[in-house]
């Protein structure tokens, strides 16, 4: 009896994650690319490093840190890469009207394999402190993305 529970409970297990262990993405179309005049862009993959640039025309400061999430397209659905270490937890701002050239090596992740992937990077809008008159990183969470092509 023991051993058919356990058998069970392992099929289920295998059918809800999938045999590669994979995990789903968490975002939804609808609450990326949000934010009118914040990008992602000019994806250029050289060997195992890929550069894209993070621009900001929105008319206020955005502020973001170092984490970029990474995701593979399979049969229609985007699933996490997994990074191999966790990202810093500085935080950087970016002024209106500017531009950002960033590089991340692809390295820094698990199974990285040929196809449709995409960058997401999460990132905040500038709030007011009245208690200590200054702009800072608001507290609402806004996530912008592009899509590109891997070769391996």
Same mark, same amino acid.
């Given at each position: 009896?023991?051993?058919?529970?356990?058998?069970?409970?392992?099929?289920?297990?295998?059918?809800?994650?999938?045999?590669?262990?994979?995990?789903?993405?968490?975002?939804?179309?609808?609450?990326?690319?949000?934010?009118?005049?914040?990008?992602?862009?000019?994806?250029?993959?050289?060997?195992?490093?890929?550069?894209?640039?993070?621009?900001?025309?929105?008319?206020?400061?955005?502020?973001?840190?170092? &984490?970029? =999430?990474?995701?593979? *397209?399979?049969?229609? #659905?985007? @699933?996490? /890469?997994?990074?191999?270490?966790?990202?810093?937890?500085?935080?950087?701002?970016?002024?209106?009207?500017?531009?950002?050239?960033?590089?991340?090596?692809?390295?820094?992740?698990?199974?990285?394999?040929?196809?449709?992937?995409?960058?997401?990077?999460?990132?905040?809008?500038?709030?007011?402190? &009245?208690? =200590?008159?200054?702009? *800072?990183?608001?507290? #609402?969470? @806004?996530? /912008?993305?592009?899509?590109?092509?891997?070769?391996?």
């Amino acid at each position: 009896m023991k051993k058919s529970a356990a058998a069970l409970l392992l099929l289920i297990l295998l059918l809800t994650m999938g045999c590669t262990g994979q995990v789903r993405s968490s975002f939804e179309e609808k609450d990326l690319n949000t934010v009118p005049g914040i990008a992602l862009g000019r994806v250029v993959q050289d060997g195992n490093m890929l550069t894209y640039t993070l621009s900001n025309y929105a008319g206020e400061t955005m502020w973001y840190g170092a &984490e970029i =999430r990474l995701e593979t *397209e399979k049969r229609g #659905e985007w @699933y996490k /890469v997994q990074p191999v270490a966790d990202f810093t937890a500085e935080i950087y701002g970016l002024s209106s009207g500017s531009e950002k050239g960033m590089r991340l090596n692809l390295g820094s992740f698990k199974d990285m394999k040929s196809g449709t992937h995409r960058l997401i990077k999460t990132f905040y809008l500038t709030e007011y402190n &009245e208690l =200590r008159k200054m702009e *800072e990183p608001g507290k #609402e969470m @806004y996530h /912008v993305s592009c899509e590109f092509e891997i070769k391996k």
